[in-house]
């Protein structure tokens, strides 16, 4: 992954179209309600993972663990120990998968990204009557994302993405936790000690995996959300704008150079995760008559 902050000094990270630090007008209202509905879904999504999370079935990983890595009994050599707290580490998820928190999990994933789907295509229309100048035309936001929602009621899949966000979330967390716990093994840590750290991996305020994948999700589903819409109102022409904070990645600065392309073989984004770049097109409002003021 490339980000602007990582790269600041390098020469191939270039300025962005859309400074993210300097937001105005509908710019502005556009980033912050993206902003406002991650973090809304950030927090569900965490409630109803950590909802999951059973201390019994963590004790149980780690016991197997510390059998694996010879611990307990002293018998075994010790092995490949990473390897053997990556699959404690997914055996425990899976299980916890088939918990009955899960079907929470499930929804709370799958509303994100109708959200997520939603707001793209209110951003595409925003983005769009910003095109014919900035007083040309005002959006009802709230309307509009209302309708918008209400057409992705039965869209069955967001179901089907919902399970390939879950399936990278438990990816990112599997990884997460079997360092965690081959490192507490090789430092000697106590049964105790090891699910205290598997439990901080789990279920503390930096569940990074969960917080990393909302945010990549809505991304890609608002991303997907603006496409559809051109798709569907015969937009031929998308362009890519650059946005971050003050300097993108090249992949995204070479993208927007590219512009316009082709509605059928645009760039897909976010090209990076926490990408913030976004599509526009001109697309005719007539069909979004009830959108606008
Ligand atoms: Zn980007």
Same mark, same amino acid.
């Given at each position: 992954?490339?980000?602007?902050i990582?790269? *600041? ?5 270039? +300025? ?31 409630? !109803? ?22 611990? @307990? ?9 990473? *390897? +053997?707290a990556? @699959? ?9 998968a088939?918990?009955?928190? #899960?079907?929470?999990?499930?929804? @709370? ?11 793209? !295509?209110?951003?595409?229309?925003? &983005? ?14 709230? &309307? ?10 039965r ?8 399970d ?56 890609? *589903?608002?991303d ?5 819409? $051109?798709?569907? +109102?015969?937009v ?18 070479? $993208? ?18 926490t ?15 009830? #959108?606008?003021?």
């Amino acid at each position: 992954m490339r980000t602007a902050i990582e790269h *600041a000094d390098d020469p191939r990270v270039l +300025e962005v179209t859309v400074d993210l630090g300097r937001l105005e007008g509908m710019w502005a209202r556009l980033f912050s309600r993206r902003q406002e509905q991650q973090d809304e879904h950030t927090r569900a999504v965490t409630a !109803a993972w950590r909802a999951m999370v059973d201390r019994d079935a963590v004790a149980m990983a780690v016991t197997a663990v510390r059998e694996r890595a010879g611990l @307990a009994e002293a018998r075994r050599p010790l092995g490949d120990l990473a *390897a +053997e707290a990556l @699959a404690a580490a997914r055996a425990l998820l899976r299980a916890l998968a088939d918990h009955t928190g #899960w079907t929470a999990l499930r929804t @709370a994933v799958r509303n994100a990204l109708a959200v997520g789907r939603a707001e793209g !295509a209110v951003n595409a229309v925003a &983005i769009a009557a910003e095109r014919l100048g900035p007083h040309a035309v005002q959006l009802e936001w709230d &309307i509009a994302f209302q309708h918008a929602y209400r057409s992705l009621e039965r869209l069955d899949e967001l179901w089907a993405e919902a399970d390939t966000w879950l399936a990278r979330m438990l990816d990112g967390t599997a990884s997460d936790l079997g360092r965690a716990l081959a490192g507490a093994a090789e430092d000697g840590a106590s049964r105790e000690e090891m699910i205290d750290s598997a439990m901080d991996i789990l279920v503390s305020d930096d569940a990074a995996a969960v917080a990393f994948t909302v945010d990549w999700a809505m991304t890609t *589903a608002a991303d997907d959300g603006a496409l559809a819409l $051109y798709q569907s +109102e015969g937009v031929q022409r998308v362009d890519v704008i650059t946005a971050g904070d003050g300097r993108v990645c090249e992949a995204c600065a070479s $993208y927007e150079a590219g512009s316009p392309w082709s509605s059928l073989d645009v760039p897909r984004l976010p090209t990076h995760p926490t990408c913030r770049c976004v599509y526009a097109a001109d697309v005719s409002l007539s069909h979004f008559a009830a #959108w606008l003021i």
